[in-house]
């Protein structure tokens, strides 16, 4: 494990392993360690320590952010990681009905299944907008289809087409705009990542 040399890279450190719990909590956690380092290093620098030394000598005495935060997330009546959770669910949702809308590429006409497809999606984008509370195995689970989309869909995308073996203006027209599909995906599902991390 990297050896923490400063207090704010400890927070953040901290703040990242506490991911599971409500966001309320992880800032009432955080100031509250932010709190007790600045009162430790100030009792240090009144026995003569630099602020620098005052800083390295609280830290030694504070258990790594990860086994600190697993205190506080055991001790938490609202910790549930060991639980699969709707969110969970619907990201995979949204996987399996971007994966449906990609197999169109070998059955373009079935409309049934791309009917499925979008709704599929438009249910995931519309659950995940509105969610306010996060866990942390659901923004690991987030973080990882981020990177699904352009490093899976997109290949596919283009073996599908090569498979498919019909290349006219309906199918050209289709992967466009499937491609342009992948790419609002991955912009949603950034700005989702982005506000859960905030």
Known sequence: ???????????????????ELPKEERIAIVAEIEDH??????????QGNSK???????LQTFHSPDVLAESYVTSSSTSNFDQLTISVFIIGL?????????????????LGKL????????????????????????????????????????????FLFWLQGEINAYTITYLISFWIFIGLCYGLFYRVYKRVMS
């Open 37 to 46: 380092f600045s009162n430790a290093i100030m009792e240090e620098t009144k």
């Open 115 to 158: 009917t499925a497809g979008m709704l599929g999606v438009a249910i995931s984008i519309i659950h995940l907008f509105c969610k306010k509370k996060w866990r942390k195995l659901e923004v690991q689970t987030l973080h990882a289809f981020k990177y699904v989309i352009p490093f899976v869909l997109f290949p596919a995308s283009l």
């Open 52 to 58: 620098e030394d005052a800083e390295r000598l609280v």
């Open 94 to 110: 949204w996987s399996a009905a971007s994966g449906v809308l990609l197999a169109q590429l070998l059955d373009i006409y079935d």
């Open 1 to 19: 494990m990297m050896k923490i040399k400063s207090t704010d890279t400890y927070l953040r450190k901290l703040e990242e392993e506490l991911m």
